[in-house]
Nanobody
Framework: QVQLVESGGGLVQAGGSLRLSCVASENIISYNSMGWFRQAPGKQRELVARITRAGSPNYADSVKGRSTISRDNAKNTVYLQLDSLKPEDTAVYYC?????????????WGQGTQVTVSS
């Protein structure tokens, strides 16, 4: 089972930027997609951005235009660049890996990294 380790979270002022990293314990090229989700206190976990094996990204409307997801298969790493941060971006950000196999669709999660945006 793949292990996902996030880093790069922290406290930042509104309008600032952060770059989150997710390092996988194995080659990510075999995974159908890699993505970032977030969960704010009292809210459900939601998709922030996802990138397919082919490198096609998609973003939640709430971050579209101010975030970029990318992957470096050689480093088994997925990045999420967050710009023009807003207080409502405050949440725990989780890395996600999706693998489809004969046994079904499997989701793997990291432990999360806290992002706090002050106004």
């Amino acid at each position: 089972q793949v292990q996902l380790v996030e880093s790069g979270g922290g406290l930042v002022q509104a309008g600032g930027s952060l770059r989150l990293s997710c390092v996988a314990s194995e080659n990510i090229i075999s995974y159908n997609s890699m993505g970032w989700f977030r969960q704010a206190p009292g809210k459900q976990r939601e998709l922030v951005a996802r990138i397919t094996r082919a490198g096609s990204p998609n973003y939640a409307d709430s971050v579209k235009g101010r975030s970029t997801i990318s992957r470096d298969n050689a480093k088994n790493t997925v990045y999420l660049q967050l710009d023009s941060l807003k207080p409502e971006d405050t949440a725990v950000y989780y890395c996600n890996a999706v693998l489809s196999s004969w046994s079904g669709v499997h989701n793997y999660w990291g432990q999360g990294t806290q992002v706090t945006v002050s106004s």
